[in-house]
Each structure stands twice: as C-alpha cells, then as structure tokens.
C-alpha cells in the first residue's frame, strides 16, 4: 500500500503562484510513477501533470504547459507541483496519485484508471 497526502492549497488571485506537495509514505518502491490530477465542481476527474519516480521525464496538459511544473525529491518521497501565473479555471481540488504498473509511454499515465492510490485532494481556488 501506498499512502498519499497533499498539501499547500488554497486561495490565490489570478496570476499569483502556489506549490502543492505530494508525500508519499508506505511502499513507495512499488510505485512508478506520480500524477497530479484536478477536479472543478460539477467537472469529471482531469489530469494535469506526471512523472515517474526516477525524472526520467514529465508530461503535462496543454492547459497548463508552461505554467506549471512537476517536479520530485526521492530523498523525502514528495512530488511538488508548482503552478504559476494561476487563472479562475485553475480552481479545483487538486489529488496526488500513485501508479504501480509500467506503461509504454507517458500518454498512458493521463488516465485516472492508471493509478492505483489516491491522496485526499488539496483545494485551490483561484479568485479573478
């Protein structure tokens, strides 16, 4: 099992910045890769940014590509994401997820069905 727990949401006007935090405890070997996903109100589960464990490389949504960036530090288990110059649309409960099975590619890793454990989500609002 692995243990997910988000942090450093909150209120931020538009073009301001926030650095969540992903920490993950338990058996972390087992995981592959990190994936930072968001949900508005009333709006499915949508994937924002990934990376594996060991950096080899990250992928990110068009809708945030060049705002935010992923990034980890394998020493304290924490993946962060950094989101800058945040818009209104930004606003959602942010989640951490961890993923155990290998994927022959990064695009297989926006898929909520790829991860196998959840944090309970950190929230963002963005005022305009």
């Known amino acids: 099992q692995v243990q997910l727990v988000e942090s450093g949401g909150g209120l931020v006007q538009a073009g301001g910045s926030l650095k969540l935090s992903c920490t993950a405890s338990g058996r972390t070997s087992s995981s592959y890769v990190i994936g930072w996903f968001r949900q508005a109100p009333g709006k499915e589960r949508e994937f924002v940014a990934s990376?594996?464990?060991?950096?080899?490389?990250?992928y990110y949504a068009d809708s945030v590509k060049g705002r935010f960036t992923i990034s980890r530090d394998n020493a304290s288990n924490t993946v962060y994401l950094q989101m800058n110059s945040l818009k209104p649309e930004d606003t959602a409960v942010y989640y951490c997820?961890?993923?155990?099975?290998?994927?022959?590619?990064?695009?297989?890793?926006?898929?909520?069905?790829?991860?196998?454990?959840w944090g309970q989500g950190t929230t963002v609002t963005v005022s305009s």
């Open positions: 997820a961890a993923a155990l099975r290998y994927y022959p590619g990064s695009y297989f890793y926006t898929s909520t069905s790829s991860y196998d454990h």
């Open positions: 990376m594996p464990w060991s950096g080899a490389w990250t």
